[in-house]
């Protein structure tokens, strides 16, 4: 256990109970306990393997590298399309952490072999997305753009590619990208 981590599982609040049983199962792996955004994640030397973190609907262990498990009793979560690595054990009550902890642990010593054996997930090229025509057509009227663009890094330009390419409606995406020209001008990312 880490100190630093335990203001986490005291804290008032929607799951502290999960949130435990979830710690005992992580702790008892021997993982390297630590505090990073803000969530209790767990460590094989030195390598992110899981995180606990919690929503309004669920609380979650995230598997870093989850697309790399087997996955044998088909219960990991892809949180959304776009997410190329990492996989989420869901739960909304205590006696489904329970009830799962020899396969949860499972999972987690999964986890660690892969790291152990270094093991990589082949995460998609920014050229693999598509560019919309409309941003693309920017692109060549404005080379300062351009340039701008390909000076962001991937996650950044991957960023505005699939939210540019969201937009249902040419003048979506239209807005999407004159809103967002400064921002890529600036070399900001989307959330920046």
Known sequence: MNPKVDFFFHKPGLWQTEFNELRKIALGCHLVE????????YTFQNKN????????????????????????KKILVQQT??????????????????RLKSTIKKYIYEAVAAEEAGLKVKLK??????????????????????????????GRQRGYLLFFSRGQQAKTREARIEKYIPYILNGKGLND
């Open 125 to 154: 090229k920014t050229t693999d997305y598509s560019i919309p025509a409309e941003f693309q057509t920017k692109l060549i009227q404005m080379p300062l753009l351009k340039k701008a663009f390909d000076a962001l890094t991937p």
């Open 34 to 41: 630590e505090l990073k955004w803000g969530c209790p994640c």
């Open 81 to 98: 399309r776009q997410v190329q690595a990492a996989r989420q054990l869901r739960f909304t009550q205590p006696r489904e952490i329970i």
């Open 49 to 72: 393997v899981i995180l606990i973190h919690g929503f309004k609907k669920y609380c979650a262990l995230l598997f870093f590298k989850g697309a790399l498990l087997k996955d044998s």
